[in-house]
Structures are given as C-alpha cells and as structure tokens.
Nanobody, 127 residues
Framework: DVQLVESGGDSVPGGGSLRLSCTASRFTYTSHCMGWFRQFPGKEREAVATIFAGRTQQTVDSVKGRFTVSQDKDKNIVYLEMTGLKPEDSAMYYC??????????????????????WGQGTQVTVS
C-alpha cells in the first residue's frame, strides 16, 4: 500500500521557520498531484499548496510569500518550507497524494476529496 509520512513539525516562536517533509513509499511523486493541507481544531482541512511536475499553487492568501512547496525527485520527498511563522499557522499539517493530475493547480486540487492517500500529519505550533 502507498504510505505517506510527514515529519518536521515542531513548536517554534513567532517569526521562526520550519521545513516539513513528506516521504512516500511505493509510488513516485512525479506521477501524482501532491498537496499540503492543514487542519485547525474543529475545522475542515484546508489546502495550503499543491505541486505537480514542478508547477505549484499556493492556495491560502495568508501563506503566500511565506510558504513554499517543492519536490526532491531523487529522494522522492515533497517539502513545505515555512518562514515567518505566525501563531495562526498553528495546526496539524498533512500531505496528500492524488492519482489525478488534471486540476492539481486549480480549484480541484484544493478539495480534500481530490486526494487518494493521506499521511498521519505533523503538528506545527507557533507561540
């Protein structure tokens, strides 16, 4: 089975930076749309960024210019670089993979239902 494992979540002070990693087994990122989502307590998951074939979209205005999604094809890892962290960024962060790639960079890619596989999440806390 496909497995996605996130790592890199931590507790940091405001203004700090983190790099989240999403490592996959049994499939390659280059053939899937990859998304980073976050979930606040009691809220639905919201898409933060998506990436496919090197093309990315950032879906939340509040993170534009601060969060960057990227891929390391050799290591089969997707990253979410987060800088200038704010307390309102505190959430559980998830990576997800979709076998569908059409729509990855538009509205479809922002829908959690678009994705077939999910990791367990990594907690980010900003004080």
């Amino acid at each position: 089975d496909v497995q996605l494992v996130e790592s890199g979540g931590d507790s940091v002070p405001g203004g700090g930076s983190l790099r989240l990693s999403c490592t996959a087994s049994r499939f390659t990122y280059t053939s899937h749309c990859m998304g980073w989502f976050r979930q606040f307590p009691g809220k639905e998951r919201e898409a933060v960024a998506t990436i496919f074939a090197g093309r990315t979209q950032q879906t939340v205005d509040s993170v534009k210019g601060r969060f960057t999604v990227s891929q390391d094809k050799d290591k089969n890892i997707v990253y979410l670089e987060m800088t200038g962290l704010k307390p309102e960024d505190s959430a559980m962060y998830y990576c997800a993979a979709s076998k569908r790639v059409v729509g990855c960079q538009v509205a479809a890619g922002r829908d959690p239902g678009f994705y077939d596989y999910w990791g367990q999440g990594t907690q980010v806390t900003v004080s």
